[in-house]
C-alpha cells in the first residue's frame, strides 16, 4: 500500500501563487507514476498534471503554463507549483499514486487539499 498526504493548500488571492505538495509513503517503490487531480463543487474530479517515472508530464489545458509539477527521484515527495492563480482554480486538489503491485496496477488517493483562490 501507499499513503499519501497532500499540503500547501490555502486561500489565495487571484494572482497568487501555492505550492502543494504530496508526502507518499509505504510501498513507494510500487510507484510508477503520479499525479495532481482537483474536484470543484459541483463538478466531476478532474487531472490538472501527471508525470510518470520515465519523465513523461502532461497538463490539463487550463493550467498549462501556469503550473508545474515535479518529484523527487524516490517517488517519497510530489509538487505542484501553481502561478497565477484564477478563481476558477478553486477545488480540493488530490494527489494520486500509479502503482503495480505483483503484477496488477492500481491505484492510490490522498484525503485532499483545499485551494480557494480570491477574486
Known sequence: ??????????????????????AASGSIFTINAMGWYRQAPGKQRELVAHITDS????????VKGRCTISRDNAWKTLYLQMNALKPEDTAVYYCKSDVLELGYASDYWGQGTQVTVSS
Open 55 to 62: 519523465g513523461s508530464i502532461k497538463y490539463a489545458d487550463s
Open 1 to 22: 500500500q501507499v499513503h499519501l498526504a497532500e499540503s500547501g493548500g490555502g486561500l489565495v488571492q487571484a494572482g497568487g501563487s501555492l505550492r502543494l505538495s504530496c
